[in-house]
Every structure is written in structure tokens, then in C-alpha cells.
């Protein structure tokens, strides 16, 4: 069941929509501003966000920027506006849709399933992304699983992190340091043999696969594979 917050300073409006989008099978969660309803993406995780330009206290773009920063929830805004300026700015900062008031609860209805629809198929092929196959070592970076010849084999988190990173940047040349950044952080205190070291165990677990990992001598390494 999908969840869908309600941002509107009119009571009214959040009723119909909530009456509407109920029916359709959404959990309704309200808010009568833009404050409250950072603070409730704060808390929850919603799927869909519908929200008016212009509320008190915080309008609906300033909340939506903010919003962003603490996650990525697909928006569709309401406005009393019509104007090509709105909806232009709207677009500029991410919004999926754009419905002018006064409006047709079936259509805010039917606009919202068109971006529930196409953020289930986005995550999918973002999954379907995260998943890689050579010949017999097939590696799941969404459910952190590792496979050789259809056997799972276990690694500590570090080792996965490292061969994801390695996975996803196939065929390219990766530093030390590059490594040592992205999977370490920049923070980390040590020496470059913490890569030799964690590439060693890697190549121990994939075991006949471990020609894979490629030394790039004096540089680093990559996963090198050719179709």
C-alpha cells in the first residue's frame, strides 16, 4: 500500500483529496504547511507527495527544496496559479506534475497513479541494474549477495563494498587512492596495503573468477571482463 502526504493549508482540499486518493487504496497522511511537512518527511517515509504553492508559514517550492535534501519523494504540486513562470520553476527543481486549482480530484488522482507507476518502474530497472552476471560469478549490489556457480559465499562488509565498487566501474583503472576514498572515505588512517589486502581475500573468495580483478601495476586495479 502506497503512502501519500498531503500538504495544504486548506482543510477542505486535504479532505477531498484524502476522500479520492482512500479509495484508491493510498495511506493519507495530512500537513497544513510547509514546515510540518518537512518535519513529517523527516519522521516517515512517503511515495508520493502532494502539495500547494502557496501556503503560510513556508510555500510549497521552498518546502520541496528542503525536502530534497533529506530525501527523494516524487511531488505534485497544486496552485490557485496558472502561470507558465510557476510551472517552469516547478520543473527546474524536480516536480513531477503541475495541477492548477480549482481542479478535478479525479484528475490529481489520475496524475498521482501515473507517477506512482513510472518511480515502481524507475526502482526496478535500478535494481535490475544493480545486478551483474559474469559466466559464473553473479554479483546482487542491491541485496549485497555474492554468488559463485549458483553457491552463495560470504565476505565481511568491506569485501563487498570494495568488489561492488570495482563491479560498477568495470573495465576502468581505479587508484589506490581513488579506492581508498570511495570505499574507505577520506577520513580513513592508513596505507595503500589495505587495498593489497582486501583485494588478496577478494580474489581468495571468487576463487576461480579471481582473474577478474586485474592488477594495473604501479596504479591500482580494475575488473576487467569482455563479453
Keep these: 500500500m502506497f503512502k501519500v502526504l498531503v500538504v495544504d493549508d486548506e482543510e477542505k482540499i486535504r479532505e477531498v483529496i484524502r476522500e479520492y486518493a482512500e479509495f484508491e487504496g493510498y495511506t493519507v497522511v495530512e500537513a497544513k504547511d510547509g514546515i510540518e511537512a518537512i518535519e513529517l518527511c523527516r ?3 512517503f511515495d508520493v507527495i502532494i502539495m500547494d504553492i502557496m501556503m503560510p508559514r513556508l510555500d510549497g517550492f521552498s518546502s520541496y527544496k528542503e525536502i530534497k535534501k533529506i530525501k527523494d519523494i516524487p511531488v505534485l504540486m497544486l496552485s490557485a496559479r496558472g502561470e507558465e513562470y510557476d510551472k517552469l520553476f516547478g520543473f527546474e527543481i524536480g516536480i513531477d506534475d ?11 488522482m489520475a496524475r498521482l497513479n501515473v507517477i506512482v507507476n513510472r518511480n515502481i518502474k524507475s526502482s526496478k530497472r535500478v535494481m ?8 559464473g560469478l553473479e554479483i546482487d549490489i ?54 593489497d589486502t582486501h ?25 576487467e571482463y569482455r563479453e
Excluded at 503541475?98 to 490529481?108: D, I
Excluded at 549458483?150 to 565476505?155: P, S
Excluded at 560498477?168 to 589506490?176: D, F, M, Y
Design 43 to 45: 519522521k516517515e517515509n
Design 98 to 108: 503541475y495541477v492548477v486549482k480549482p481542479f478535478s480530484p479525479k484528475e490529481v
Design 128 to 135: 535490475e541494474e544493480q545486478k551483474f552476471k559474469f559466466k
Design 142 to 195: 542491491v541485496g549485497r549477495n555474492v554468488y559463485i556457480d549458483g553457491t552463495k559465499i560470504d565476505m565481511t562488509p568491506k569485501e563487498y563494498e570494495l568488489l561492488f565498487y570495482l563491479v560498477k566501474n568495470k573495465n576502468v583503472a581505479l587508484s589506490r587512492e581513488q579506492i581508498l576514498n570511495e570505499v574507505w572515505g577520506y577520513d580513513f588512517f592508513g596505507d595503500d596495503r589495505t587495498v
Design 199 to 223: 583485494i588478496k581475500m577478494i580474489r581468495n573468495s571468487i576463487s576461480k573468477y579471481r582473474d577478474y580483478i586485474v592488477t594495473v601495476r604501479g596504479f591500482g586495479y580494475k575488473f
